[in-house]
């Protein structure tokens, strides 16, 4: 059973930048493809951005592209999130899935694993 650990959220001020990271665990880290999602309060949860397996193949949504890159290291079952010029806008709880798919997805529902998620705050 895989599981997934967020951590490095906190609070940041307009146009600061964060590093969140996802940690793997229980299963082989290179068999899933992974993606970042936010929830903000009264909000749906929707998708950040995705990178598949080997890492070949990423997506961002429209709102951080630009700003958001992620990257992952197999090595170390992790994936990485950096976040630069943030917005009060992007202040949200931040969660990472997994998925076994060979697709990059950005919808909640093609993920089978979830991680507990970190607060990110953008504020003055």
């Known amino acids: 059973q895989l599981q997934l650990v967020e951590s490095g959220g906190g609070l940041v001020q307009p146009g600061g930048s964060l590093r969140l990271s996802c940690a793997a665990s229980?299963?082989?880290?290179?068999?899933?493809?992974i993606g970042w999602f936010r929830q903000a309060p009264g909000k749906e949860r929707e998708g950040v951005s995705c990178?598949?397996?080997?890492?070949?193949?990423?997506n961002y949504a429209d709102s951080v592209k630009g700003r958001f890159t992620i990257s992952r290291d197999n090595a170390k079952n992790t994936v990485y999130l950096q976040m630069n010029n943030l917005k009060p806008e992007d202040t949200a709880i931040y969660y990472c899935a997994a998925r076994r798919g060979l697709m990059c997805a950005m919808r909640t529902a093609s993920y089978d694993y979830w991680g507990q998620g970190t607060q990110v705050t953008v504020s003055s």
């Open positions: 229980g299963s082989p880290f290179d068999r899933y493809t």
């Open positions: 990178i598949t397996k080997s890492g070949g193949n990423t």
